[in-house]
Structure formats: C-alpha cells, structure tokens
C-alpha cells in the first residue's frame, strides 16, 4: 500500500491539473469575451484641410486604465482597441499643432478623418505628406522611387520628376540635359524662364557658364540611393527662391543618415555599363552620418564609343544637440569625362548614309570635376519659431568640346570647340520661421536672405583634336567665323524675402502673400576676338596676341553693372467642405532669371533680368484610394532668351506668352498596386504682337523647340511579397523648331520603361531593369541650324539629333547589413 501511494498521488493531482486548467481556460474565456463586449475600434485617417494624408502623426488615448499610443501609417491610417468609455485623443507630430479631442461612449469612433494644422508648412520643413495626395502648386516624390530603381545612366533621375517636364539628352550622357517645360525650352535649365534645381538648398544653375546660362551640369555627382526626397514647386511661388525659378523649382533632399551600417549595390548591363554603390552609416549616439561612393562606367550604343566614367563621393555628419537643435557638415566630390557624337544631322540618317549611332566628329565630348562641403545648422525656439542657416563653398571645373555645325564657318579644320569653366561658388542662407496665432487661425511668417558669389574664369576656344588653337593657325586669323573668346567674371547675387501664409474658418481657407527682391553685380574683365578690325580690315599675324594694348582685332570686354528685381507672390487655398475632400487654389508669383555676364557687358542697356509673371489655377480632389488635380496656367514673359551655340552667348529676343491645362491623378487599387499619371497640354505658346506675313495670311510667330504635350504614366507594385515593381510610360509630341515655319518640326515619341525588384533576404535584392522596353526609336533632342558635313559640301539648313537608347537592360544585387533597428 504504501508503495502505491506515491502512484496514486500523482493521479490525484494530474486530475486536480486538468480541473485547474479547465477552470482557468473558463475563467480567460469570460474576461475576453467581456472584454471584447466592453471594447470597441478606434480608426481613422490624419489628413490636412486640403485633404493631404499625413503619416507619423502621435495618436494617445486616454483612459480609465491608463494610456493607448499608436501612430499613423504610411497612408496617414490609424486602429487600435479601446475601453468602451469616454475618450480624451490627443494628436501630435512633428511640425503639427497638437490638439486633444473628446469622444463620448456613444460616439462614432471608426473610419473618422482627423484634420491637422502645420505649425509649419512641408515645403519648409522635412515633414513628410503622403505622395499620393495632390496639390496643383507642389509635388512630391519620396525616397522609394530612387530605392528600387536601377539607374543605368545619370539622366534618368530627372526623369523620374515628370511633373510635365521632359529632358532630353545632348551627347549621350554626359553633358547637362535639355530641360522643356510649360511650352518653353529652358536650353540647360537657365534659359526662357529657367527650373531652378537644388540639391540640399544648394543651387545647381550655374550663370555665365561656359556652355549656356543656368548649366545643370553638377546634378552629375548626385546619387539616386542618397536621395530621401523631392519636393517640385510648379511655379516662382515661394518667396524662398530666386533666379533662374521662372517655370518652377526642384528641391532635393539628401539623407543625413542610411538605415543599415553596410549598403552596396552592384549592377551591370548593356553597352558594357556598369555600376557601384557603396555606402558606410555608423550608429553613434546623437550623430546621423553617413560616407558613399558611387563608380560608374557604359560605351552607350554608339558607334564611336561614349567611354562615360563617373566617381562620385558623398558624405554627412550630423550632431543633434536635441531633438530641437542640430549642426551638420556635408560633403559632394564628382569627377566625369567621356566621348560622344554630338547631335547628327538627321537628312543623312534617313538618306542611310549615317547610322541612328553613328558620328561625323570623333572628338566631342568633355571632362568635368567639381567640389562641394556645406555646413547646416538648425534651432527650434521655445516661442515655436525655427531659425535655419546653411553655407558653401564649392570648386568646379569644366571643359566641354563640341562640334555643332561639322565644316560650316572653317572648311580646313571644321568647326570644333572647347568651351571652358573653372569657377569658385560661396553661398549662404538664411531664414526665420515664425508661427503665429492671426484672428483664431494658425499662421507662419517666413523670413530670409541668401547670398550667392561666383569668380568665374570662362572661355570658347576654336579647337581641332581638342587642341584649342585653331583661332590661331595661318588660315584663321582672319577668319571671322572663327571666334575666339575669354573672361573673368564675378557675379554676384543679393536677396531678401518675406512670405506669410495665415490660416482662416478652422483651416478652410488659406491665404498667402510673399515678397522677394533680387539684387546682381556684374563685373567682366575680358575680349573676343573675331577676325575684323575696328575700321573694317582684316586681322593678320601681328595681331594675335588679344591682350596686346590696342589690338584693333579684339572687342575688350570690361565693365560693371548691376540690376535689381522684387518679385511679388500670392496664392489663395479654399477647401469649403469639410468631408467631402475637395479644394480650390488660385496661384501667382513672378519668377526672374539673370542675363550671362558677358551679354550684360556688351549690351549694357539691353535688360539684365528677364521676369515671368506666372498665373495657375486648379482644383484638386484627395481621397484614400483616388487623387487627381485639373489646373489652368498663364504665363507672361518679359523676355525670351536665345542661346548662340557658335560662340556661347545669350541673346534677348522679345516677350512671349504660354497657356495650357495639366492633369494628374493618382489611383491605389490595394496596398500592393497603384497608378499615377499626369498630362501637361500648352494650347498656345507665343510671341504677342509678333506675326508672319504671307500673301494669303497673318500669322502669329510661334515659340519653338518645346513640346506642347507631355505626359507620363506609371503602374507601380509595392511590398507585395518582397516585390516592388513599376512600369512606366513618358510621351511628348511632335514640335516645331523653326517658329514662322510650321513644317519642321522635331518627331514626339512614346517610350515605356520597366523596372523590378525582389528582396531574396533580409539584407539581399536582386534588381532588375529595362529602358525603352519596346525598343522605340527616337531622338532625345532635336534643333535647327545650318551644317556643312564636308569640306566640299554645300552648307544647308537642317535638323540635327541625339538618338535616345534602344532596348536596355540592367542587373544588379543590393546589399543591406547591420540594420540599426
């Protein structure tokens, strides 16, 4: 018996066990089922009173129990379990007023929209609204664009902007692209209006360059795995900004930080291109840092080899004293050189003597490098005002050899140049951030300065084998069509600015008023020299030497000057519903863009600034799953700018005008897949007062070289098991390129791209892409000028092209190790 008992007691309390937990599974089963009774759903979606969704907004719910935190998602989304009671919600965020509200048990709590006031607008600060959400005066893009795209060549970047600008390249690759929008052709950026393009508040337009006014050449060092944002400004309607603004800015944000120690990205592809990316972001405490290299190499599909080679370093180091307080120091070094064919004539492609790929100057191309360290600083007060100021220095070097018109002006060496830049940039910024409470509403007066200086030593020098000392062989010193130019420039640009944006009816209407005022130097010291004396005769040998005192050959080029323009802007937001999520915008503001140094000095009383006077007014309707925005346009130019290629300078014609429509909208099916698509339509873009008379009509002279429809579409799928994948389609139509004779025009195009991306593993990729997927055949630009081919060929008017790329594939692995979460 005894020996039983031990048995008999384990029995005894396994049965004891089992009632237990019988007992206990009852016991878990009433409390969920009470509290599931005694509980319901709180959600919602954080949105602006123009019905932008906003994410990462606090939500905190307090409770008899205690306290529920949540925050909203990526599409401004919330939900979460409460008690069945009394709610106090508070919502709060980043550059958000905070405010509380109170819920009662009986009230509806599910599917709310929440409507937030920025203390400061997203345009100012990196605060982040939901790409998805339309406006007619701003866009978005955020950093997942840049992630899962393999860029095989530099220029795509731009491409991914759309926002009805189309870009289209010179040489292949490795020259500033052609910037077209809103009917004008802005040459390189800097032009007919300009697109003022910064990268982390640092202007890229560079004035009195030596291949055309605003060159956006130094985009070249930026790298796409860097970028966090984009913000696009579709118009002069910020006070912040200034020259060269006058069809919109471009504002590109780079990381401070990257979220892994280790990335590394690894592709290669057609027309033996391939690429690096290597970046190294320490986890420090109170420091976001970061260092990268970004290699790069392709021939393109040339039949006289492009040789593009890229080297581009890029760092940051950030230090937050607080979460109110920071400091940082960035860093941009690039170096590219490479070969091209210039633009083709287009006759003797159709006539099948040239290739699509083909070149008639094996020498053109270039080699430029450049610089740049920039310091940041940034205070939030206890008042609520932010006070910012950066700088920089920046060193840059270019040299750029062309041939655009073969034989034409030197039949003996051809007509080939180098155009030259070497230039030193200091700027600075600063701006004052006030947020003020004006009659109940929310409102923020904004307040700076910037200071931008430029010594440039810049130059176009006849050249044969890149050689430049053509001017000055035997048979062309007296030649003059053959010029020979150089100076030193020193421009410099003053500016102030004050722009107030109050808030009136709880949000529902928003009315904004700004002013800037631009002010320029203009100091030249230099010469051209032609082949005519100031009394008409011809130059010979002795007179060679340009800076020979009293050389009757050379035009000396000194002087000073100055101008001024204030800039006025205005913009008014009316959203009079207060769920159904439509608004209505009004916008103006008056954008300038600066004369070439050079041209102000020759022709001191011709204008210095060019002004565009820029009207929009649209609409837009933002919902969770559909966006869209129709707006109208005016623009008023006081003067168009016409570049010279032959020797590089900027020339004024008279005013011009620009209407048209633009539609965008944007469609998520379901959390995997959307659509965004947008189409700019110019109805007409002309000279006012101007006309061509003909034997039967009067005719309207009409601004060239720009198409009057771009648009673009995109099928995109997102983190749907570890893909993400777009394809993407971008159109223009055909344009003229002479404005009094409507039959020649430059041929539009439609090319559709594909990019994929699949994550294999936590910290592996495999990225795959394809450009011009069905293989179109076109010419990224085209221009009108005469050419002669040959020696002994007869000169003749033409169109001359850049072929687009053909059918492209790229491959590539991206690494990602040590995440920092």
Same mark, same amino acid.
């Given at each position: 018996?005894?020996?039983?008992?031990?048995?008999?007691?384990?029995?005894?309390?396994?049965?004891?066990?089992?009632?237990?937990?019988?007992?206990?599974?009852?016991?878990?089963?009433?409390?969920?089922?009470?509290?599931?009774?005694?509980?319901?759903?709180?959600?919602?979606?954080?949105?602006?009173?123009?019905?932008?969704?906003?994410?990462?907004?606090?939500?905190?719910?307090?409770?008899?129990?205690?306290?529920?935190? /949540?925050?909203?998602?990526?599409?401004?989304?919330?939900?979460?379990?409460?008690?069945?009671?009394?709610?106090?919600?508070? &919502?709060?965020?980043?550059?958000?007023?905070?405010?509380?509200?109170?819920?009662?048990?009986?009230?509806?709590?599910?599917?709310?929209?929440?409507?937030?006031?920025?203390?400061?607008?997203?345009?100012?600060?990196?605060?982040?609204?939901?790409?998805?959400? =339309?406006?007619?005066?701003?866009?978005?893009?955020?950093?997942?664009?840049?992630?899962?795209?393999?860029?095989?060549?530099?220029?795509?970047?731009?491409?991914?902007?759309? /926002?009805?600008?189309?870009?289209?390249?010179?040489?292949?690759?490795?020259?500033?692209?052609?910037?077209?929008?809103?009917?004008?052709?802005?040459?390189?950026?800097?032009?007919?209006?300009?697109?003022?393009?910064?990268?982390?508040?640092?202007?890229?337009?560079?004035?009195?360059?030596?291949?055309?006014?605003?060159?956006?050449? /130094?985009?070249?060092?930026?790298?796409?795995?860097?970028?966090?944002?984009?913000?696009?400004?579709?118009?002069?309607?910020?006070?912040?900004?200034?020259?060269?603004?006058?069809?919109?800015?471009?504002?590109?944000?780079?990381?401070?930080?990257?979220?892994?120690?280790?990335?590394?990205?690894?592709?290669?592809?057609?027309?033996?291109?391939?690429?690096?990316?290597?970046?190294?972001?320490?986890?420090?405490?109170?420091?976001?840092?970061?260092?990268?290299?970004?290699?790069?190499? %392709?021939?393109?599909?040339?039949?006289?080899?492009?040789?593009?080679?890229?080297?581009?370093?890029?760092?940051?180091?950030?230090? *937050?004293?607080?979460?109110?307080?920071?400091?940082?120091? *960035?860093?941009?070094?690039?170096?590219?050189?490479?070969?091209?064919?210039?633009?083709?004539?287009?006759?003797?492609?159709?006539?099948?003597?040239?290739?699509?790929?083909?070149?008639?100057?094996?020498?053109?191309?270039?080699?430029?490098?450049?610089?740049?360290?920039?310091?940041?600083?940034?205070?939030?007060?206890?008042?609520?005002?932010? @006070?910012?100021?950066?700088?920089? =220095?920046?060193?840059?070097?270019?040299?750029?050899?062309?041939?655009?018109?073969?034989?034409?002006?030197?039949?003996?060496?051809?007509?080939?140049?180098?155009?030259?830049?070497?230039?030193?940039?200091?700027?600075?910024?600063?701006?004052?951030?006030?947020?003020?409470?004006?009659?109940?509403?929310?409102?923020?007066?904004?307040?700076?300065?910037?200071?931008?200086?430029?010594?440039?030593?810049?130059?176009?020098?006849?050249? %044969?084998?890149?050689?430049?000392?053509?001017?000055?062989?035997?048979?062309?010193?007296?030649?003059?069509?053959?010029?020979?130019?150089?100076?030193?420039?020193?421009?410099?640009?003053? /500016?102030?600015?004050?722009?107030?944006?109050?808030? @009136?009816?709880?949000?529902?209407?928003?009315?904004?008023?700004?002013?800037?005022?631009?002010?320029?130097?203009?100091?030249?010291?230099?010469?051209?020299?032609?082949?005519?004396?100031?009394?008409?005769?011809?130059?010979?040998?002795?007179?060679?030497?340009?800076?020979?005192?009293?050389?009757?050959?050379?035009?000396?080029?000194?002087?000073?000057?100055?101008?001024?323009?204030?800039?006025?802007?205005?913009?008014?937001?009316?959203?009079?519903?207060?769920?159904?999520?439509?608004?209505?915008?009004?916008?103006?503001?008056?954008?300038?863009?600066?004369?070439?140094?050079?041209?102000?000095?020759?022709?001191?009383?011709?204008?210095?600034?060019?002004?565009?006077?820029?009207?929009?007014?649209?609409?837009?309707?933002?919902?969770?799953?559909?966006?869209?925005?129709?707006?109208?346009?005016?623009?008023?130019?006081?003067?168009?700018?016409?570049?010279?290629?032959?020797?590089?300078?900027?020339?004024?014609?008279?005013? %011009?005008?620009?209407?048209?429509?633009?539609?965008?909208?944007?469609?998520?099916?379901?959390?995997?897949?959307?659509?965004?698509?947008?189409?700019?339509?110019?109805?007409?873009?002309?000279?006012?007062?101007?006309?061509?008379?003909?034997?039967?009509?009067?005719?309207?002279?009409?601004?060239?070289?720009?198409?009057?429809?771009?648009?673009?579409?995109?099928?995109?799928?997102?983190?749907?098991?570890?893909?993400?994948?777009?394809?993407?389609?971008?159109?223009?139509?055909?344009?003229?390129?002479?404005?009094?004779?409507?039959?020649?025009?430059?041929?539009?195009?439609?090319?559709?791209?594909?990019?994929?991306?699949?994550?294999?593993?936590?910290?592996?990729?495999?990225?795959?892409?394809?450009?011009? =997927?069905?293989?179109?055949?076109?010419?990224? %630009?085209?221009?009108? &000028?005469?050419?002669?081919?040959?020696?002994?060929?007869?000169?003749?008017?033409?169109?001359?092209?850049?072929?687009?790329?053909?059918?492209?594939?790229?491959?590539? =692995?991206? @690494?990602?190790?040590?995440?920092?979460?």
């Amino acid at each position: 018996m005894n020996k039983l008992y031990p048995l008999s007691k384990y029995f005894l309390t396994a049965r004891y066990q089992a009632i237990f937990t019988l007992i206990f599974t009852l016991l878990i089963s009433l409390n969920l089922t009470a509290f599931a009774q005694n509980t319901r759903t709180f959600s919602g979606t954080v949105l602006t009173q123009q019905f932008e969704l906003v994410p990462n907004v606090s939500v905190e719910i307090e409770t008899f129990d205690g306290k529920i935190s /949540a925050v909203t998602d990526k599409a401004g989304a919330f939900s979460l379990k409460v008690p069945a009671e009394a709610l106090s919600v508070k &919502f709060s965020g980043n550059n958000i007023e905070p405010f509380t509200r109170i819920f009662s048990a009986t009230d509806k709590i599910e599917n709310l929209q929440i409507k937030v006031a920025f203390v400061v607008p997203p345009i100012s600060e990196s605060v982040v609204i939901e790409d998805d959400a =339309l406006t007619p005066d701003i866009e978005r893009r955020n950093e997942s664009v840049y992630n899962n795209t393999l860029f095989g060549r530099d220029d795509q970047l731009i491409q991914t902007l759309n /926002a009805g600008i189309n870009a289209g390249q010179h040489e292949g690759g490795g020259k500033s692209l052609e910037i077209r929008r809103f009917g004008f052709n802005t040459d390189h950026g800097g032009v007919n209006g300009g697109v003022k393009i910064l990268v982390d508040n640092v202007q890229q337009n560079q004035g009195t360059q030596g291949h055309g006014q605003g060159y956006l050449g /130094a985009l070249k060092s930026l790298s796409p795995e860097l970028v966090e944002n984009v913000s696009i400004i579709n118009g002069p309607f910020s006070a912040a900004y200034g020259d060269f603004s006058g069809l919109g800015v471009v504002q590109i944000r780079q990381r401070e930080s990257l979220p892994n120690r280790f990335t590394a990205r690894i592709q290669g592809g057609s027309f033996n291109t391939i690429r690096g990316f290597f970046a190294y972001s320490p986890k420090i405490e109170k420091i976001d840092a970061f260092i990268a290299y970004e290699p790069s190499y %392709t021939d393109g599909p040339f039949e006289s080899r492009l040789r593009y080679r890229r080297d581009n370093v890029t760092g940051n180091a950030t230090y *937050k004293f607080s979460d109110k307080q920071s400091f940082g120091v *960035k860093l941009n070094f690039g170096r590219n050189s490479f070969f091209s064919s210039g633009q083709i004539p287009l006759d003797l492609v159709e006539k099948g003597e040239l290739d699509r790929f083909g070149y008639i100057d094996p020498e053109n191309g270039g080699a430029v490098s450049a610089g740049t360290i920039g310091t940041y600083y940034r205070k939030e007060l206890a008042s609520g005002a932010t @006070f910012k100021a950066d700088a920089f =220095l920046s060193r840059s070097l270019f040299d750029l050899f062309s041939n655009f018109t073969f034989f034409a002006a030197d039949p003996l060496y051809g007509d080939e140049i180098q155009q030259h830049d070497s230039r030193l940039q200091e700027g600075a910024n600063l701006q004052y951030l006030q947020p003020y409470k004006f009659l109940g509403g929310q409102s923020l007066l904004t307040a700076g300065g910037n200071a931008h200086f430029n010594q440039i030593n810049v130059g176009l020098y006849p050249s %044969t084998d890149r050689n430049p000392n053509r001017k000055f062989l035997p048979e062309n010193i007296d030649n003059p069509g053959v010029l020979y130019t150089k100076a030193d420039a020193n421009v410099n640009n003053y /500016a102030a600015y004050a722009q107030n944006s109050s808030s @009136f009816f709880n949000g529902h209407l928003r009315i904004d008023l700004g002013l800037r005022y631009d002010y320029f130097t203009f100091d030249v010291e230099g010469f051209e020299l032609g082949g005519v004396s100031e009394t008409g005769g011809l130059c010979n040998s002795d007179f060679v030497n340009p800076v020979a005192e009293n050389n009757p050959c050379a035009l000396i080029l000194n002087g000073k000057e100055g101008a001024g323009r204030f800039q006025p802007k205005a913009a008014v937001a009316l959203s009079p519903f207060e769920t159904f999520p439509m608004s209505f915008y009004v916008n103006y503001g008056r954008g300038i863009s600066s004369q070439d140094a050079r041209g102000v000095v020759r022709n001191p009383d011709a204008p210095k600034i060019s002004a565009t006077d820029f009207y929009q007014a649209g609409t837009s309707y933002n919902s969770r799953r559909f966006s869209a925005v129709f707006s109208s346009f005016l623009i008023d130019r006081s003067n168009e700018q016409v570049y010279i290629p032959d020797d590089g300078s900027i020339e004024f014609a008279g005013r %011009t005008r620009s209407y048209g429509v633009e539609l965008r909208n944007s469609i998520r099916f379901n959390r995997y897949l959307s659509f965004n698509g947008g189409l700019t339509q110019v109805i007409k873009a002309f000279y006012p007062g101007e006309f061509t008379e003909t034997d039967n009509s009067r005719r309207r002279v009409i601004i060239d070289s720009a198409p009057k429809t771009v648009a673009n579409g995109s099928v995109v799928l997102s983190e749907m098991r570890g893909f993400n994948s777009s394809l993407n389609w971008r159109h223009i139509s055909n344009y003229r390129l002479d404005g009094e004779n409507e039959r020649i025009k430059a041929s539009g195009h439609d090319v559709v791209d594909f990019s994929l991306s699949k994550r294999l593993k936590k910290w592996v990729e495999l990225n795959f892409s394809i450009d011009n =997927l069905f293989n179109k055949r076109y010419y990224e %630009t085209q221009n009108y &000028f005469e050419s002669r081919v040959s020696p002994n060929a007869d000169i003749a008017e033409r169109i001359h092209a850049t072929p687009g790329y053909p059918f492209t594939v790229n491959v590539g =692995l991206t @690494f990602r190790l040590g995440s920092k979460e």
